[in-house]
């Protein structure tokens, strides 16, 4: 890490070197500044970490200075040096975007430990600016990727569920819940039901649903008798009654969704 750089602006000379003295033992860059014209000077020249920064100046007063240098850098960390009697601004100042503030005369232990606390927040203010910028970056590349570089995501709504009637079927999880009961399928019986409901309400002959379900095709007599067990076994977990409500038998043509 670099050393801080620090400008000290005070148009009291002992406060400048009672300051600078507090300081010198830091591992610190340290300039001063007499009045707020020379402290805007330098604040357009060099890039500083921390300004020790005295309200009452003229022709250019502290908070003139403040907004100045807030407008170079907003990260800076500002201490406002000011007298009891004169609370009130340096309160005003921090509402205005001053970090902390010091009474004047100060102890060198409190000069310094107000200091590490202000390079502490403006180190800690650069990080979080940093990540931001990280990850607006990274949004800004996802979006210019196209398409078929973009990871895998599920299926929209619209394909992702299929409805019919009291039956909702999640392709994504390939879930199927019937009257709102899940139901317990197979892969096969599964991609069956998937098979039934996306042909409704027109039939599926026997080797359609073999292929469907099973992955391979067959002969019609062989396809007849494997459809035949595998409708049965769906039947069981899906009607209620004897004479079958939702899957219905079609004469010579397969089978038929009907929910």
Known sequence: MTQPHILIVDDNETVRFILIQSLRHEDYVI????????????????AY????????????DGIEVLHRARALDPHLAIIILTAYSSVESAVDALRQGAFDYLFKPATPDA??????????????????????NKID???QMLNELEPVQTMPH????????????QLVIDNHHRLATLNDSLLDLTTAEFDLLV??????????????????????????IEARDIAKWHIHQLRRKIENGTTPRFIKTVRHKGYMWSG
């Open 111 to 132: 000069i310094r430990q107000r200091v590490r606390d202000g390079l502490q927040h403006r180190q800690q203010q650069l990080h979080q600016q940093n990540l931001l």
């Open 137 to 139: 970056n990274l949004r």
């Open 31 to 46: 300039d001063s500044a007499c009045d707020g014209c020379e402290a805007l000077k330098k604040l357009e020249q060099t």
């Open 49 to 60: 970490d921390l300004l020790l920064l005295d309200l009452h100046m003229a022709p250019i």
């Open 195 to 220: 098979c039934l409901v996306k042909a409704a309400p027109e039939p599926v002959c026997p080797r359609d649903l073999v292929k469907s379900a099973l992955g391979y095709e067959v002969e019609e």
């Open 154 to 165: 599920p299926p929209e709504p619209d394909s992702r569920f299929m409805r019919s009637g």
